[in-house]
């Protein structure tokens, strides 16, 4: 199986109220984005969970691009995602290495060099480091690293490190000169005028810009194994 690099943009579904995330999600893959991330709000039941990751994996299905699912494991196997990504509430990474298939990617949140090292250990195939910036997507976080914080995390691990936190296109750019291999973003795209022109302009500035035009679905087509390549 040829080996294909994770991709740099990491687009994050925003489930909350007034949010209209599964038409951000078709923009963002028709801009070309190769990975999704399913973050259904804590007070999404599994149900409606279930439902709206289904939907997301049919459509990086139909683009041939990644699908991960934040936190509900079960979620990912029920819909066939391609891993999970998982923090410090959320099942040990070690654990949902024992349970998912062998290629399965596994994302783990850190923030030091320490965590990251553990990350590494428990089997983690990218590490999510922040907020490198502040953000009012999610609250009662810890204080923003800097990108300082996220140099330390990227020079202790050889793992892909995709930051995440206030990060726009400006800012992604400062991520990847301090070491990072990509970005995580919501509000950048969920809360643009017009995310698809916020994804292609997120995508240029990681260094991942399609030629221009329109990204077509490619149905059938499924991404190779992903490997943790800088
Ligand atoms: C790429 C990436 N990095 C970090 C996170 C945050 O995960 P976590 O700390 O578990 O917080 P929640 O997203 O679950 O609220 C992420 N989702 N993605
Ligand atoms: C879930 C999460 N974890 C750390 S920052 C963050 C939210 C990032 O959202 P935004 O890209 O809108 O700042
Ligand atoms: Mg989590």
């Not at 049919?58 to 079960?74: P, S």
């Not at 800097?146 to 800012?171: D, N, S």
Request: hydrophobic residues 45%; negative net charge.
């Amino acid at each position: 199986m040829q080996a294909t690099r994770l991709p740099r943009l990491h687009v994050i579904t925003d489930t909350r109220a007034g949010a209209s995330p599964l038409s951000v999600v078709a923009a963002s893959l028709a801009a070309g984005a190769r990975l999704i991330q399913v973050r259904p709000e804590d007070h999404h039941n599994d149900r409606s969970a279930f439902d709206f990751a289904a939907a997301v994996a049919a459509l990086c299905g139909e683009y041939g691009a990644t699908c991960l699912i934040n936190d509900r494991v079960h979620i990912a196997q029920a819909v066939g995602a391609h891993g999970v990504h998982l923090g410090a509430e959320d099942l040990p990474l070690d654990a949902a290495r024992r349970i998912l298939p062998s290629d399965a990617i596994i994302g783990g949140t850190c923030r030091e060099p320490e965590a990251a090292r553990a990350a590494r250990r428990a089997g983690a195939t990218y590490l999510g480091v922040g907020p490198v910036w502040s953000t009012t997507t999610k609250h009662g976080l810890p204080g923003a690293i800097g990108l300082p914080g996220l140099a330390a995390v990227c020079e202790a691990v050889e793992l892909p490190v995709i930051a995440i936190g206030g990060i726009t296109a400006e800012r992604a750019a400062e991520c990847r000169a301090a070491g990072a291999h990509g970005v995580a973003v919501v509000g950048a795209i969920s809360g643009a005028a017009d995310p698809q022109g916020a994804t292609a302009e997120l995508l240029a500035a990681v260094g991942e810009a399609d030629p221009p035009g329109l990204v077509r679905p490619n149905r059938g087509d499924v991404p190779e194994q992903l490997v943790g390549e800088r």
